[in-house]
Each structure stands twice: as structure tokens, then as C-alpha cells.
T-cell receptor, first 113, second 110 residues
Framework: DVKVTQSSRYLVKRTGEKVFLECVQD?????MFWYRQDPGLGLRLIYF???????EKGDIPEGYSVSREKKERFSLILESASTNQTSMYLC????????????FGSGTRLTVV | RKEVEQDPGPFNVPEGATVAFNCTYS??????FFWYRQDCRKEPKLLMS???SGNEDGRFTAQLNRASQYISLLIRDSKLSDSATYLC???????????FGGGTRVLVKP
């Protein structure tokens, strides 16, 4: 069964901490994405990557960075966590030319206190 | 204006009834359209793609109206298990980036 695995289901961090959210996919997908989901705002794209070592800003990249050193792994980094980054974070992947069917991870619910 | 807009609901639907709801999108160059389903505290999962000619998958029917820039989803003979949030999703002409609507919540009740 193909999978996108996010390292933590729930995470609590303090304001100012550096936070790493990890995502690993086993489908050999080229494309990987990080979204955050908030009530009333839906899913918003933070960053995405079409290849190893490649990254593109999404709609709300401020306060975040990403790393893609290996094809299967896409990390989201909160350089200095703030309370407004409390959210559900969803990682997704897809293959090139696949015009549908993002596979999502089960999400990480991050609370910044 | 949001790129993809949906009525958040909830749509309260008696079991066995039919429910339909729409989604509007602002980018006329959008290329592909989908409905995703998201259960409470779960990740979104692809329900169906939406084709220009309209398409059906069991009790679910999706329609696309490019002229008016909206897509629709109709659920027939609603089941309790259809209770979920339905996300309208649009792909732009360039790249594989998807834009999600805020979701329409459907509650099917006995």
C-alpha cells in the first residue's frame, strides 16, 4: 500500500523554537507539497518541490522554509515558531503528469504555545 | 476574491435523499477539476475527477460548467457514511499545483 508518512501526528512547541516537520513517500513521486489547513481558510499551499534540491514558494511561504535532499523526503522548517503557525500541516505527493490524485499524509497537528 | 469558493454548509441531508452543491473558481485558464472528500480529523482523499461532459461514479455525479466557471457534485441516495467535508479542487494550466476550496460540509442523518 503506497504511503505518505508524516513523522508526528501531534506536536507541541514553544514560541521561538525551530521546528522540523518530516514527510516521506514511498511511491517514487517527483512532486511533493506542504499545505496548512485552518478552519474557514481551507488548505493553503506553503511550499512545493518538483525535484530533488528544488523548491518553489506557494501562497503563504512566510515564516517557513523547506528542504528536499532526497527524492522521497520533503521537510518543512519553521525557523522560529509563532502562535499563528498553530495549524494542521499536510504533506502530499504526486508523480509528473499525474493530473489528479495527490496522496496526502495523515497530517501533523502543531500547537505553538 | 478567493480562487475557489464553496458554500461551507453544513448541508443536513436525510438518509436516502439527494444533495447537490456547487463550487465556483475564478481562473478561467484552470485546466483540471476534482472533488476530494475529507473525513473529520483525516487527510483529504480523491473522490472523483470532473470532466467537461460530466461524469458519474455510482451515486456521485460531477458536472463542469466552464462558461459560468463552476463545478457541481450531486449525491444520490445519501448514506450515513457520506457525511464528510467535500473539497472542490482546481488545477491551473501550468504545473501540478492544486488549489483547494474551503470545503462543503455534508451531514447525513437517519
Amino acid at each position: 500500500d503506497v504511503k505518505v508518512t508524516q513523522s508526528s501526528r501531534y506536536l507541541v512547541k514553544r514560541t521561538g523554537e525551530k521546528v522540523f516537520l518530516e514527510c516521506v513517500q514511498d511511491m517514487d513521486h517527483e512532486n511533493m507539497f506542504w499545505y496548512r489547513q485552518d478552519p474557514g481558510l481551507g488548505l493553503r499551499l506553503i511550499y512545493f518541490s518538483y525535484d530533488v534540491k528544488m523548491k518553489e514558494k506557494g501562497d503563504i511561504p512566510e515564516g517557513y522554509s523547506v528542504s528536499r535532499e532526497k527524492k522521497e523526503r520533503f521537510s518543512l522548517i519553521l525557523e522560529s515558531a509563532s502562535t499563528n503557525q498553530t495549524s494542521m500541516y499536510l504533506c502530499a505527493s504526486s508523480s509528473v503528469g499525474q493530473v489528479y490524485g495527490y496522496t496526502f499524509g495523515s497530517g501533523t497537528r502543531l500547537t505553538v504555545v | 476574491r478567493k480562487e475557489v469558493e464553496q458554500d461551507p454548509g453544513p448541508f443536513n441531508v436525510p438518509e436516502g435523499a439527494t444533495v447537490a452543491f456547487n463550487c465556483t473558481y475564478s481562473n478561467s485558464a484552470s485546466q483540471s477539476f476534482f472533488w476530494y472528500r475529507q473525513d473529520c480529523r483525516k487527510e483529504p482523499k480523491l473522490l472523483m475527477s470532473v470532466y467537461s461532459s460530466g461524469n458519474e461514479d455510482g451515486r456521485f455525479t460531477a458536472q463542469l460548467n466552464r462558461a459560468s466557471q463552476y463545478i457541481s457534485l450531486l449525491i444520490r441516495d445519501s448514506k450515513l457514511s457520506d457525511s464528510a467535508t467535500y473539497l472542490c479542487v482546481v488545477m491551473e494550466a501550468a504545473g501540478n499545483k492544486l488549489t483547494f476550496g474551503g470545503g462543503t460540509r455534508v451531514l447525513v442523518k437517519p
